[in-house]
Nanobody
């Protein structure tokens, strides 16, 4: 599985961005997609995940109500719509694929359960 994240950029606080994760190499509908983010000196953290069917979505508390994860299996793509962005959302965002088909929040929120990773896209939110 190859993943390519895009859509990052510089935005003012309160603004919006939509990140995309384009996948190839395996049937897209057979794996979950997670979004994670990382800032310098900190561990990569879970942001959001969507199950293989799109039927289950999860978010870290700090982005609930502001971020929306979705996927279009016909386009081999997943998205992270980010609104009401805050300076603390500044990070490199990564998408990742989990091939297990387990859909619990605990499992999908665990970085160690993801098998493939994209290269990351920088999101910078200015105050």
């Amino acid at each position: 599985v190859q993943l390519q994240a895009s859509g990052g950029g510089l935005v003012q606080a309160g603004g919006s961005l939509r990140l995309s994760c384009l996948a190839s190499g395996r049937t897209f509908a057979s794996y979950a997609i997670g979004w994670f983010r990382q800032t310098p000196g900190k561990e990569r953290e879970f942001v959001s995940a969507i199950s293989w069917s799109g039927g289950k979505t999860y978010y870290v508390d700090s982005v609930k109500g502001r971020f929306t994860i979705s996927r279009d299996n016909s386009k081999n793509a997943a998205y992270l719509q980010m609104t009401s962005l805050k300076p603390e959302d500044t990070a490199v965002y990564y998408c990742a694929a989990d091939l297990s088909m387990i859909t619990t929040r605990q499992y999908m929120g665990d970085i160690d359960n993801y098998d493939y990773w994209g290269q990351g896209t920088q999101v910078t939110v200015s105050s």
